[in-house]
């Protein structure tokens, strides 16, 4: 049978996709980009781009012909307060944005449902149709390369509900926080998830996002009577915002990384887990990861991209951030198994320590802090030197080690501690498998011939 060939396939024609097509094409390659809906599409997004979106796409957003959102100001709900913090960044619409790059990106188009991937010699063989040597995995959450690939992922999802609609202008304008696209942010006290009230001049972005899927329903009615008490929801929204919508994600941990492609076929984007581990940022990692991966396709050095991409200062930051979560994950483990009252009013633990040590203002300050923190992470600024964050989160696992050896001793000897914090196993660093991988490599490339996957794109 005769196929179209082509140098790169590429499945999944979101913003990973289609950066990477257009940076192939640049480059002088016959790409394709098989995706299963026509565009423009629905996307369910909140739709915000950092500005080091811009510098990764090489564009500037003169370049970008559609709906464009410029805020200057956010404000951020926690700890009982609402706090304006001054940072910048742009929202679009994701229907308008995947279309806009799909049209830029220089490649073949085709609607098409991906069903099998097959390998034949060095080439790869989708549907009995499309051959390439390259095959780059761009479909998101649940792409079907990924899955027949590695098939299903080890760790869970995280979950999001939410929902962009049209409403009246002037009564989206009379109830909004701030200016036309400044974001209205509420954290949630216990930091495992947050969510967004967006103005886009007659449209409405709102959502919800929580680290484990399941607690995402009870996340958004709680935020959405926040947003409802501070007079910032139109009552005209109200039957649109009961048939809010749902799916899901993976958040960037390290060991995502060694799922990232071998023998010719390359992942990108969510189809890895790349998402900023705290604020779920999606775009700016796609596209990085997207950029990589092309201009490794380009020089044929694709057994590099793994370490290219952990030794990239965007995902060294995330691993660094990935590690804090996982830390502070871990203590919070720690102080629910203890007959310590957590009080969510005052933020978790910590903020009741505060406020028993210092009082109101600390508690105050404390609270400014992190919402500006989360601020600066949403507008996607680096960290600022990131490296002593690495170095407070290893004296934290450090003093978590210690008392949990104290507690234990302690209870050996048959007193009680005096610690609040009772020992559990001890969180650590996922450790990196590439060697067992290694070794199973060509077992499993022997054994991926003729591979079909239940999902398709």
Request: glycine share 8%.
């Amino acid at each position: 049978m005769s196929h179209r060939e082509f140098d790169v396939i590429v499945v999944g024609a979101g913003p990973a996709g289609s950066s990477c097509a257009r940076f192939l094409t640049e480059a002088g390659k016959r790409v394709v980009i098989l995706d299963r809906v026509s565009f423009p599409r629905v996307k369910l997004c909140a739709g915000w781009l950092s500005n080091p979106v811009w510098t990764e796409l090489a564009l500037t957003p003169d370049d970008y012909d559609r709906s464009l959102w410029k805020w200057n100001r956010c404000y951020v709900h926690f700890g009982g307060n609402c706090h304006q913090v001054e940072v910048d960044g742009f929202f679009i619409r994701r229907v308008e944005f995947d279309d806009f790059l799909v049209r830029q990106s220089g490649a073949e188009l085709v609607e098409h449902q991906v069903k099998s991937i097959v390998r034949e010699g060095t080439d790869w063989i989708i549907d009995e149709t499309f051959r390439a040597p390259v095959v780059v995995g761009a479909a998101g959450t649940h792409c079907p390369v990924a899955r027949a690939l590695y098939g299903r992922r080890p760790n869970r999802p995280s979950g999001a509900r939410e929902l962009e609609f049209q409403l009246n202008e002037d009564d989206i304008r009379a109830t909004r926080a701030g200016l036309n696209g400044e974001p209205e942010l509420y954290l949630h006290s216990d930091l495992r998830g947050y969510s967004w009230n967006i103005p886009k001049s007659d449209w409405l972005n709102v959502g919800t996002g929580t680290l484990e899927a399941k607690q995402v329903h009870a996340a958004w009615a709680e935020a959405r009577d926040v947003f409802d008490a501070a007079g910032h929801l139109p009552a005209s929204a109200a039957p649109s915002l009961e048939k809010m919508k749902g799916h899901s994600y993976y958040l960037f941990q390290p060991a995502h990384l060694d799922r990232s492609g071998r023998d010719g076929i390359v992942l990108v984007g969510d189809s890895i887990g790349l998402a900023h581990p705290l604020t779920a940022e999606g775009i700016l990692p796609a596209i990085t990861s997207a950029r990589i991966a092309a201009d490794l396709i380009v020089v044929n050095k694709l057994a590099r991209y793994r370490d290219q991409l952990a030794n990239h200062r965007l995902f060294r930051e995330y691993a660094t951030l990935w590690r804090l979560r996982d830390t502070a994950g871990a203590l919070r483990s720690r102080s629910r198994e203890s007959d310590y009252s957590v009080d969510r009013q005052a933020a978790g633990l910590f903020g009741r320590m505060l406020k028993r040590v210092a009082g109101q203002r600390v508690e105050l300050a404390a609270s400014w802090l992190i919402a500006r923190g989360f601020a600066w992470m949403f507008a996607g600024r680096s960290i600022p030197a990131y490296q002593a964050v690495g170095s407070i989160i290893h004296t934290a696992r450090r003093w978590d080690r210690f008392v949990s050896e104290d507690v234990l001793s302690q209870r050996k000897l048959g007193g009680k501690p005096e610690t609040l914090i009772k020992p559990t196993r001890d969180s650590r660093e996922t450790v990196s498998q590439d060697q067992s991988q290694q070794g199973q490599s060509q077992h499993e490339a022997t054994r991926f011939n003729g591979i079909h996957s239940a999902d398709s794109v």
